[in-house]
DNA sequence: AAGCTTCATAGCAATGAGTTATGTTATGTC
DNA sequence: GACATAACATAACTCATTGCTATGAAGCTT
């Protein structure tokens, strides 16, 4: 014998609102309908639900054991009506973000933490690549949303890319670094120094080597390479070394009071960090709040960046 | 965002069976409709339930989690189906069965008892009655059958009457009752003994009195009333009383070692002990169950009574 | 590259669930 | 005891959904 699940969760509604007009409106549904329903059933199990011919409509011994699954039914019901909720919502879903090691390790994971303390049954599956690995697995639909530094006047079609930041580099240094007490700083006085290069697939190292160019280094010594972030910084806080970094890195390690940046005005590239996703892709809710909140971060941090510029940094 | 329990069900079984086909197969569907089905719950919700271009097809992770649901769901189902299936096998349910006191307490609550050992799931409302009770009970549909003594000549119309012992009496008295000593026994050595009446009301009343007068004992002593048969037991057990009382209920005490019956054939009236239904009522399956049940427990005590008769008891 | 398996789609019939309108039946009140 | 009322039952009809078979399309396997 097998049942209909919409009939058991009809019957704990009635059994439940103590009548088949309550239960009806209950469910959304008329009268008539849960009425013929339960007639049916009835027929068809061969039992009475309900004792025939009492007006306080008084459910049979069975129909109360059916009206216990009715309920688990209904439960489940609306439990998976708040997932897809949720869901469509963007409280719920996954979430693939890739981008330069640097910048996702410096400022987007502070970002994603703070995403998922708001929502923690969005799960974020986060992944390191430089643009044109980005691009093809955005292409491939393995990547939702990439973040990294383009020139926006050069985006491929089929993307789409937002500027979140400019592409301002700085040269990061520890926090005691002797050339931050230097007033004024020279030129000159950086180059006994020694580098910390970045991957040279990186475009930050495109960006060191033109830096050192700009500014007169011309023989560097590179005392360190291949770490990520967390051991550039490391090695930047305990020794006097120095290193080229966004911008808006060396602004959030700051806070910490982990990196410094030298007050030295370096040309910055024709790059811009931004949010880079494929264009006719569907774009699933989660992915969607994900990006607005990402977005907004940056505006935040954007302000701050700016207001901080004005006090004190860049007084020249 | 309502949905259909079914289609909560038909997400669970394709995640659990791996495979449209199998979870199909596993429903008792046809591939093309699961498959139509998923499509329209995609549509209807808006978004992918399984990854596109995958073919061991792997579930989304809202799918994974509104199959939870849908487990629940079928689980519901499969245990409701369960319940009707036990129903409908007599094994749940109510039987509500009614008889005279006596024979009720001495003979059936052992068969009950019996029953709801292999059937816990029966409830059985028992109620005491003489047979115009009984029958006005079985006709406003308030009993669903009676055991009480008739004459199978005369049921009124509308109702079955299934005679299972020969409505049998004997006097009955304590397991140490000197009469029990006697050989031979004689009707006058019974003449000295105070009697205990069972109520007016009962048939047993009239039996009693009939008894009585058909051995010849004209002024007796009646020295209790108005007990049931616990009570009835107890001062039998105590004092040299006498009473008369249904054979099967003395031959049920009798193996506890709590009463005896007096070696005297005394007439038996017009009746037999059985079952009283309404004829055109709806018989439930628990109904049914119990209905056998009690009717073959009823035959093996006619076939014990009767080999022990042929043994020792009526030996004259 | 061919073959096999599995999923998707189409067209059509039938079941079932929804609706409104209306009848029936308990229950409470005078 | 009759009436009013509220709740349930029934009727007639519409429409969404599901069932089926047949067939196309797309991955995976060898």
């Known amino acids: 014998m097998k049942l209909d699940p919409r009939h058991l969760e009809i019957i704990a509604a009635i059994v439940d609102q103590g009548g088949l007009t309550e239960g009806a409106t209950a469910l959304g549904r008329t009268q008539p309908s849960v009425s013929r329903t339960v007639a049916m059933l009835e027929q068809r199990i061969g039992a009475p639900l309900f004792e025939k011919g009492r007006?306080?409509?008084?459910?049979?011994?069975?129909?109360?054991?059916?009206?216990?699954?009715?309920?688990?039914?209904?439960?489940?019901?609306?439990?998976?009506?708040?997932?897809?909720?949720?869901?469509?919502?963007?409280?719920?879903?996954?979430?693939?973000?890739?981008?330069?090691?640097?910048?996702?390790?410096?400022?987007?994971?502070?970002?994603?933490?703070?995403?998922?303390?708001?929502?923690?049954?969005?799960?974020?599956?986060?992944?390191?690549?430089?643009?044109?690995?980005?691009?093809?697995?955005?292409?491939?639909?393995?990547?939702?949303?990439?973040?990294?530094?383009?020139?926006?006047?050069?985006?491929?079609?089929?993307?789409?890319f937002q500027p979140v930041l400019p592409g301002r580099n700085v040269i990061a240094c520890g926090i005691n670094h002797p050339l931050l007490m230097k007033r004024p700083l020279r030129l000159t006085d950086i180059a006994p120094y020694a580098w910390i290069a970045p991957p040279a697939s990186s475009p930050l190292y495109q960006d060191m080597r033109h830096v050192l160019g700009e500014i007169g280094v011309t023989d560097?010594?590179?005392?360190?390479?291949?770490?990520?972030?967390?051991?550039?910084?490391?090695?930047?806080?305990?020794?006097?070394?120095?290193?080229?970094?966004?911008?808006?890195?060396?602004?959030?390690?700051?806070?910490?009071?982990?990196?410094?940046?030298?007050?030295?005005?370096?040309?910055?590239?024709?790059?811009?960090?931004?949010?880079?996703?494929k264009r006719d892709m569907e774009v699933r809710p989660a992915i969607r709040r994900f990006k607005r909140f990402v977005e907004s971060e940056f505006r935040n941090l954007a302000q701050l960046i700016m207001q901080q510029e004005q006090n004190s940094l860049w007084r020249s």
């Open 55 to 160: 007006r306080p409509l008084v459910p049979t011994e069975l129909c109360q054991a059916l009206a216990v699954e009715g309920r688990k039914i209904g439960g489940a019901g609306k439990t998976a009506s708040a997932i897809v909720g949720t869901y469509k919502a963007g409280h719920r879903g996954i979430v693939r973000i890739g981008g330069t090691p640097v910048f996702m390790d410096g400022v987007v994971s502070s970002i994603i933490a703070e995403f998922q303390r708001a929502s923690p049954q969005v799960r974020i599956e986060q992944s390191y690549a430089y643009a044109a690995e980005l691009m093809s697995q955005l292409d491939a639909g393995t990547l939702d949303l990439a973040v990294c530094p383009l020139n926006p006047a050069a985006i491929p079609a089929g993307f789409s």
């Open 220 to 277: 560097f010594k590179i005392s360190f390479s291949g770490g990520s972030l967390a051991s550039i910084t490391n090695i930047l806080s305990q020794s006097d070394v120095l290193t080229v970094l966004p911008y808006s890195v060396v602004f959030m390690a700051r806070r910490q009071k982990m990196l410094a940046a030298l007050s030295v005005r370096i040309g910055h590239p024709e790059r811009s960090l931004g949010i880079l996703t």
